[in-house]
């Protein structure tokens, strides 16, 4: 059943249009990756459906409620969570108030903090460590706890591997895989595109706030998305850079 | 934070540096910038010693680099940064200056956007614009700091194409990055550290092969490390 | 000698008072970044309340202040709604501007409601005022600067639990640190802005309540109160609430040496601290922290 659908979403950046007419569908337990250049409106669209970016035009239905005038933590307690590029947890608290406060809108579920310290035994060994104190994998790993603290039903992730070791980034997706065989439905902003392909069950390619491409991730080739990242005619003028 | 820490960088060399955060890759480029003072040991540049000296004066005499969030001077427009770069840091004034900063500004693909100011840029340019504007200066040596991050494959392989030019003049190279495929093609050589010392130091893949390297930085998993 | 221990005890009582006004605008800039110079005259609006209270009524101040804390309570809330928030999002500088120009409106409506004369809450107390214990040693320590300090503590200590052990307090720090992310919790950040300048008002009418007690006020007042409350937290180190009241402590201390070297030393001393500790904290601090990292230098 469809959990979210969006509609002619647009949104600007400053003056410049960001996200242009967008629409897609995403249903319970799917894991849809959008994949695109920087500058492509990834960011912006993951930030207008968790509410903190304004809509300029179109709508957003949260099973089958309109969302899109409702504001941000009203959209958290209905079950969006968006974990942002650069983690931003809060510097000057602990791990484990950071989890806390992830759990403000006090929606029920099966994440509580005995939970995450044995789903996130990384995290049990740092629980009163100020957050300014953590490295990112450890940064990283709070973040998405205290996203999933708010026990939701839509779960948006955007860059978690930047700025991670290779390790640190294989330690986050195995995180990831467990809560993929939870069916909790998410939503990924992934720089890696191999990782995007091998995670997500779907793709949605963005070019220039625009959707030019989706399908199943196992039908679509490499080479067939990194196409969709430039558009076809640029590759005709390959080789002159931008 | 860095843990009696010895190298050396040749004349016009790429050395990498990779390690686990918290390893102290960003406080070694700071303190070979002159952004922070080691509380022991010495930097010599060439044959002097500069560990006194400040990072204005540092990047006067030839190190010049880049910030891991880019730090733009916002209200100004990209040509702006670039001449401030290049008559302060690069010593240089009038024609000269505008010229550096124009080659600056093609070598970074940044021509479309010279006379935007700073803050409108998106991600992408204010990372190219911290390259150009270390570049305006003149640098003999440039250091890097996680410069690829959150760049597509497409945009990665366009900055190697702007390095390799780099070093095609002559300049040096410190880069710490975490993408490792990209950045094993533009160096020589490659550094690991770990908790504030250096695990590996030489030929990148035996580097990427060692042990230590394996467990505290790249994981057990599969990487694909080949170019793509 | 036991003139100087006296001289050094009222000085810190007197500190009390600074303290408990002053933990409202430290709060205040803790919290939201907001520097609120109608601090001083909303403590005025609390004592005239108060005043207006007891005159009319019959009803003291220490009962009085239980209709006046919500009330203020609720004006605070509304100056968020009104002026904080829209001065928020013009940048730094606005709020100061803003509140600038309410404490300006406030003291002038106060003046054309009550006229210049100067009132006091001290004769609804009765000897309280001025009672007080005599400690051996020749020492007296009035009553009520005892009962101001009690409360600076109590207020401190309350917003200091507040902030660290309620699911309310790390609400605000997490709106403080980053309101963007609060948000992405479930954080409403505009309604936990409003409480807690809510909050802040309310320790301010408790600063009313003890001006008004232990001197007097007019409607002009609140600038005098406003520059000590400032004085304290900067002597203090901003944004640390038990800072504040060692500054207040400081202040209180300084101002009563000055008065006894001086009849005019007590004003005077009061800001020769505050400069010596605000040049300190700019230039000093820095120049030590070189000077020590050049000494560990030496042996390396």
Sequence with gaps: ?242 | MLNEVDFALNEGEALGIVGPNGAGKTSLLNVMAGAYRPSAGAIGFRDSDVTALSAAQRCRLGIGRTHQIPRPFSRMTVFENLMTAATHGGGCSGREASDRCIDSLRLCAMMKVANRRAETLGLLDRKRLELARALATGPVVLLLDEIGAGLTDGEAAELVETIREIRRRGVAIVWIEHIVHVLLQAIDRLVCMDAGQIIANGDPQAVLADAHVVDAYLGGGAHDLAPR | MTSWVNLILQGALLGGYYALLASGLSFLFGVMRIINLAHGSLAVIAAYALWFIAERWGIGPFLGILAVLPVMGGLGWLLHRTVFERSLQGGELVPILSTFGLATVVDNVMFQNFGADTRSLAPYIDTFAYESWNLPGDIYIGQLAVLVFALAVLVLGGLHLLLLRTSLGRQIRAAAEDPDAARLVGINAHRIHGIATAIAVMTVALAGMSLGMRATFDPYSGSQQLVFAFEAVVIGGAGSLWGTLVGGMILGIAQSIGAQLNPQGFLIAGHLVFLVVLLARLYAIDKLGTLMRQLRRQPG
């Design chain 1, 1 to 242: 059943m469809t959990l979210l659908r969006v509609e002619g979403l647009s949104a600007v950046h400053g003056l410049l249009p960001a996200v242009r007419g967008v629409s897609f569908e995403i249903t319970e337990g799917e894991t849809l990756a959008l994949v695109g250049a920087n500058g492509a409106g990834k960011t912006t669209l993951l930030r207008v459906i968790a509410g903190v970016h304004p809509v300029a035009g179109g709508r957003i239905e949260f099973d089958g409620t309109e969302i899109t005038a409702l504001p941000a933590h009203r959209r958290v307690a209905d079950g969006i969570a968006l974990v942002p590029e650069g983690r931003r947890l809060f510097p000057g608290m602990t791990v484990e108030e950071n989890l806390r406060v992830g759990a403000t809108s006090g929606r029920p579920g099966a994440w509580s903090l005995d939970r995450m310290r044995e789903a996130f035994p990384q995290l049990a060994r740092i629980w009163q460590s100020k957050a300014s104190h953590l490295s990112g994998g450890e940064q990283q790993a709070t973040a998405i706890g205290r996203a999933l603290m708010a026990n939701p039903r839509l779960l948006l992730l955007d860059e978690v591997s930047l700025g991670l070791s290779p390790k640190a980034v294989d330690g986050v997706y195995d995180s990831l895989q467990h809560l993929k065989a939870a069916r909790t439905t998410t939503i990924l902003v992934e720089q890696d595109l191999n990782r995007s392909l091998a995670f997500a069950d779907r793709i949605i390619c963005l070019l220039e706030g625009r959707i030019v491409a989706q399908g199943i991730a196992a039908d679509m080739s490499r080479d067939q998305v990194m196409d969709h990242y430039f558009g076809a005619h640029r590759r005709a003028a390959h080789g002159v850079p931008a």
